[in-house]
């Protein structure tokens, strides 16, 4: 571990060193380094080197997440579950333990998930996970996604993303040199990605096999696969994409190619438009300044599950051009803080598994908006943050959690 | 770590970052623009129209008053309407049949009905109850919230009409259908005003259709419907339907009767009762029983179900104002004040009557009733005869010329234009087709035909001076703040005859009801103006006779007279189609059967009008009945003072029978009451404390067809005083006595008794 991990001299806060207490501080840093050298995770002051702008967007967001999750599954929860509350005290709850499981995971060093077989116990266990969602997975519509233990309801296919970004972040790192040959480049990460795809592909989950498709790709780009490779492996996954929308007899087939027809003709009028059609309904009428907070009228059943993917669309139905562009900004500036963040990190490791978290954030949502908005067909992806679901916020603020971590450690200049 | 590779990582991730952002988040932006701004209004209207559902919001029908403006006659309330909206139900099978049998249990429907209907996806409305209860609304309310449907049940508000007195005056009211507009009657009449207008509210509905709270809430407000103030006293018309009730079951009359009362100055309706009629909260159900046995007689089918329909419409139709009668005698009124008018006569002109008359181009002499004719008499004499004679004579002196000018001011010609639906239009000869023989049957009032309201209203014209009213049943219309928005016409026409004219007739009217064959409308301490008509069906019994030779005559029996006679005020008219004289012991003159309940109706309604009983002499009565002066409080011996100067007898119940006590007790209790009658020759009964009830009641005999000496002398016989009205022939029996037989009462109570004759003053075809 670099010497720098700790910043010297950092406040409680670590909002500002100051000058004169230095030296002080100083003369304790050795001391400190040899009683925790040998572990990987240590009680220090919560603040102490934290990226303030990081954690105030994710804040931030998160905040308006819940907000808007509150507005826009109220009439919902309300009809379907008979409890105005349902959803945003669960998705409540979830986030305050996120947020504590983030502040926690933040203090752990990421240089944890590179040591020894942790890296092979994560990629493990996720195949693990998937195979068994395959076999004993609750369904939804008709893909198979979630795990259940008893009251705890798990998807995997999050975990897998997390999975990728680790796996390719550590072969990266290992193989940071010889990235450029198809042996090391190339053909651990193709099988990797090909093998956790497979997966979440098999469970009929088209969003998450996209993304960790796509994720995975943005790390063997950024690591220094090269071009040709990558454009090949695209190839390759394109084909196999058509050929899974294309296999013949099962119902599945239709259901997907349909989303194609869906994103041409969204105002087609016909059950399968529905959803797009009232998120367009949406969007539009929210306008310029939107009509209100809590003041939608599309997610009193016309728009389905409006806390999960289509949220964006209430977003913008009650706050407009104006409050969607101002979440998106907020998400530019989480990616660009990600960014800046990761590529300060001391080493390859940090670099690459900062720019994978940073970048499933921003992917997600700029799919998600994306899809919300009719720009691409729907895949179902949720928003980070907004959308509804426990796991996908406890991983996502945990993933916060590591990236605050690099942080600490990183030449970031803190605010 | 490198330096190049670390440089290069940053490189690469910065492009990617900026793709991502470029590519993904402006993608998305230029999206959002183009949705929010460029489409936003058409998206944003697309969805209002698909979140709105307009509902209709049904205006209260106003409410009907009576004079008093406090009796509610017809009134409005809420009632619901449940609509099922069967595709959100159809997909669930539990759903359904809780449904289905929550329903039918509250509803009392068919279960299986009702499953089928719910599973009928793509629906969204289905009536299947309409104006129910608020109290059943509750419960379906609380089965839904009970089993947690929130939708696939919707609950409309509606109206429905509530007629609180039932029967009573159901043929000037009419009746609502079930979409709350007007069918008959004054609802119909003043369906425009009653109804209001309906409103509108365009409320924003989640996509199950039920109401969501969001702000887009659009009510165009119902207007509610005006209210209508009637000059129908509700008391004055359930007195006219209790004696035409009476009447009916008494003279078994069996073609429908009327009364009417009418306020002779403006023209205002108090009282219309027709017969039959019918319950408007049930008009379907026929409440006639003749009607009744006639159509249970029939076998089912068509025929049957037409006599059905037919019997409601005649239970429906106002007999006054749709019906067409021969006015008969009362006619005479008309034909004298035309001839008064116009000087052709006076009232002690003088004609020889001798007992028929024969006219050029008719086969028989039409005749008096009085076949040996009544000699020469005075018009006023004439009059009171009810001679015929006297009035062809009058015709012949106007000429066809003036008479159809006078029937035409005397509003016959013309409808009388009553607030009223199916007002008929009267049938008359023309001017040219009038000759000789149409001119002087009619002078008597026969071969034409006018409605009952325009009889009415012409006598009203003779009693008020000669000027001719607009009846109306609609004092008027007041919106919900009570502001009047509309008031009845109560101006005049025009006026027909002089005040002079009119004060003759009145006078000579005052004297056919003391003394003359209108006695049968006589009421012991009112003066009266009336005149008999029996009406004979002669179109109706020609057609009889070509069916079968033997048919008898029918008759209509009527009354028309206004009191007070010095100022007359109100005019009644009764009238009773075709009374049945083989059933009835014969009676079918105006005088018998319409008089006597004449009588019994002003009796009873003049005190309640306000018209003051007075005792005084009367020039052509020697019937007197007096006032018996007040003396509760008194001690005996005042009261006995007070009874010798007002020259009554009297007599004593408890103590202080004896003289030398009469200072020691006083009065607490008269029979008859201070004020009220004392027949002729009465007596008070005067009691002080100490008497024994059981002493004092006794029963009240039955006088029913008593000949007078008879009923006088059983009445006596009871310790019970009888005062007399109505007729006062020999052969007078009691048609009505104001106490029911077998009520206790307590001596000396005075029983008004109505005579009838059978003596028919009024026909002209020999029997």
């Known amino acids: ?415 | 770590m490198a330096k190049g590779t670390s440089e290069k990582i940053r490189r690469k991730a910065i492009t990617l970052m900026c793709a991502l952002l470029v590519a993904g988040f402006g993608a998305a932006a230029i999206s959002l623009v183009h949705w929010q701004l460029i489409k936003g209004e058409e998206l944003s209207a697309k969805a209002m129209e698909q979140s709105l559902r307009s509902t209709g919001l049904p205006a209260m029908r106003g409410t009907i008053y009576d004079a008093t403006g406090t009796k509610v006659l017809a009134q409005s309330a809420s009632v619901w309407t449940v609509v099922l909206e069967p595709h959100y139900l159809a997909e669930n099978e539990n759903l359904r049949r809780t449904v289905a049998n929550g329903l039918s249990e509250i509803l009392e429907l068919d279960v299986q009905d009702l499953y089928e209907r719910t599973g009928v996806a793509g629906s969204y409305y289905d009536v299947i109850a309409r104006k129910v209860e608020t109290e059943v609304r509750d419960r379906i309310n609380k089965f839904m919230s009970d089993n947690k449907i929130g939708s696939g049940i919707r609950l409309i508000p509606d109206y429905k009409r509530y007629y609180p007195y039932g029967t009573v005056a159901s043929n000037i009211l009419g009746f609502t259908g079930s979409d709350n507009s007007g069918l008959e009657g004054l609802e119909a009449y003043y369906e425009e005003e009653l109804s209001g207008s309906a409103g509108r509210l365009i409320a924003a509905k989640n996509a199950f259709g039920t109401d969501m709270p969001f702000e887009y809430e659009q009510i165009v407000e119902a207007e509610n419907g005006y209210d209508l103030v009637l000059t129908i006293d509700e008391t004055v018309q359930s007195v006219l339907e209790k004696y035409l009730a009476e009447g009916i079951e008494k003279f078994k009359i069996k073609n429908g009767a009327v009364a009417v009362m009418m306020d002779v100055d403006t023209g205002g309706i108090l009282g219309l009762a027709t017969h039959p009629n019918y319950d408007p909260n049930d008009p379907f159900t026929i409440l006639d029983e003749n009607l009744l046995k006639e159509i249970e007689a029939m076998p089912d089918g068509e025929e049957r179900d037409e006599a059905k329909s037919d019997a409601r419409y005649t239970q429906w139709r106002n007999k006054a104002v749709s019906d067409l009668y021969y006015p008969g005698s009362v006619y005479k009124m008309c034909t004298g004040s035309m001839g008064i008018e116009e000087g052709v006569i006076s009232e002690d002109s003088l004609y020889t009557c001798t007992g028929s008359e024969k006219i050029e181009g008719m086969k028989d002499a039409i005749h008096c009733w009085n076949h040996g004719g009544h000699g020469t008499t005075t018009f006023r004499e004439g009059l009171c005869n009810s001679c015929n004679p006297w009035f062809m004579h009058i015709a012949g002196l106007l000429d066809v010329d003036l008479f159809c000018r006078y029937r035409e001011a005397f509003g016959f010609v013309d409808r009388t234009g009553i607030d009223l639906p199916g007002e008929a239009q009267s049938l008359l000869h023309s001017k040219e087709n009038m000759g000789e023989v149409e001119l002087k049957i009619e002078a008597f009032g026969q071969n034409f035909s006018i409605t009952p309201i325009q009889m009415i209203t012409a006598s009203a014209a003779v009693a008020n001076g000669g000027y001719l009213v607009r009846p109306h049943v609609v004092d008027r219309i007041v919106d919900e703040d009570g502001n009047i928005v509309k008031n009845a016409d109560r101006s005049y026409r025009r006026q027909v005859v002089s005040e002079e004219t009119s004060a003759i007739l009145c006078d000579i009217l005052r004297q056919n009801v003391a003394s003359g064959t209108a006695r049968g409308g006589y009421v012991s301490g009112y003066r009266i103006c009336g005149k008999t008509g029996t009406s004979e069906k002669v179109d109706k019994h020609n057609q009889d006779l070509l069916e079968d030779p033997n048919a008898r005559m029918t008759y209509i029996a009527s009354y028309c007279g206004f009191a007070p006679a010095e100022d007359p005020k109100y005019a009644l008219l009764v009238f009773f189609d075709e009374p049945d004289d083989l059933e009835n012991g014969g009676y079918t003159a105006g005088n018998a059967i319409a008089g006597p309940i004449f009588s019994a109706i002003m009796q009873e309604l003049l005190p309640y009008l306000g018209v003051e009983v007075k005792y005084d002499d009367d020039e052509y009565n020697e019937h007197r009945d007096t006032a018996a002066p007040s003396v509760v409080g008194m001690t005996v011996k005042e009261a006995v003072a007070a009874m010798r100067e007002a020259g009554l007898e009297y007599d004593i119940e408890g103590s202080g029978e004896d003289e030398e006590d009469w200072d020691r007790y006083s009065i607490t209790e008269q029979i008859p009451e201070g004020g009220t009658t004392v027949p002729q020759n009465g007596k008070v009964v005067l009691f002080t404390t100490g008497y024994n009830v059981n002493d004092v009641m006794v029963e009240v005999p039955d006088l029913f067809q008593e000949e007078m000496i008879n009923a006088v002398y059983i009445a006596a016989e009871h310790d019970l005083q009888v005062t007399i009205n109505g007729s006062r022939d020999d052969d007078a029996v009691v048609m009505m006595q104001g106490i029911p037989a077998g009520e206790k009462v307590k001596k000396g109570t005075v029983i008004t008794l109505t005579f009838g004759s059978k003596v028919n003053t009024d026909i002209y075809t020999p029997e």
């Open chain 1, 1 to 415: 571990m670099p010497a720098g991990a700790v910043r010297p001299g950092g406040t409680a806060r670590g909002l500002r060193r100051v000058p004169g207490s230095a030296p002080e501080a100083r003369q304790e840093e050795p001391k400190k380094k040899v009683r925790r050298r040998k572990k990987h995770y240590k009680l220090i002051s919560l603040g102490e080197g934290l990226d303030m702008p990081l954690l105030v967007f994710v804040m931030v967001l998160l905040a308006i997440g819940l907000v808007m999750l509150f507005s826009a599954s109220y009439a919902e929860s309300y009809y379907r579950q008979n409890d105005s509350y349902y959803f945003i005290l669960r998705q409540g709850g979830f986030a305050a333990f996120g947020v504590a499981a983030m502040l926690f995971i933040s203090t752990v060093d990421y240089h944890y998930y590179h040591k020894g077989k942790m890296t092979l116990i994560v990629a493990g266990g996720t195949v693990l996970l998937l195979a068994l969602t395959l076999i004993m997975g609750t369904s939804a519509d008709e893909a198979t996604r979630w795990l259940e233990f008893g009251p705890v309801r798990l998807q995997p296919s999050e975990v897998a993303k997390f999975a990728i970004i680790l796996l390719f972040a550590d072969f990266v790192s290992r193989w940071e040199d010889k990235m450029d040959t198809f042996t090391y480049g190339v053909l651990p990460f193709g099988l990797v990605l090909a093998l956790f795809a497979g997966l979440v592909m098999a469970e009929h989950h088209l969003s998450g096999t996209l993304i960790i498709g796509m994720l995975g790709m943005m790390m063997m780009f950024v690591g220094g696969t090269r071009l040709r490779w990558l454009g090949l492996i695209l190839l390759c996954a394109g084909v196999v994409v058509y050929l899974y929308m294309n296999r013949g007899g099962e119902d599945s087939e239709a259901y997907q190619m349909s989303r194609i027809e869906v994103w041409l003709n969204p105002f087609e009028e016909n059950d399968e438009t529905w959803q797009t059609r009232q998120s367009l309904y949406a969007i539009g009428s929210g306008g310029v300044f939107g009509v209100g907070l809590g003041q939608s009228r599309q997610k009193y059943m016309y728009l389905p599950k409006p806390q999960n993917d289509f949220i964006f669309a209430i977003v913008c139905e009650e706050l407009g051009l104006v409050g969607a562009m101002v979440i998106m900004i907020l998400f530019a500036l989480l990616v660009w803080r990600g960014v800046h963040i990761a590529l300060n990190a001391k080493d390859t490791f940090g670099k690459m598994l900062g720019l994978g978290l940073t970048f499933q954030i921003g992917l997600q949502a700029a799919l998600n908006i994306c899809v919300v908005t009719n720009t691409v067909p729907n895949t179902g992806i949720s928003l980070p943050f907004f959308s509804y679901g426990g796991t996908a916020l406890l991983m996502l603020l945990g993933e916060m959690g590591i990236l605050l971590n690099i942080s600490r450690s990183a030449n970031v200049e803190k605010t």
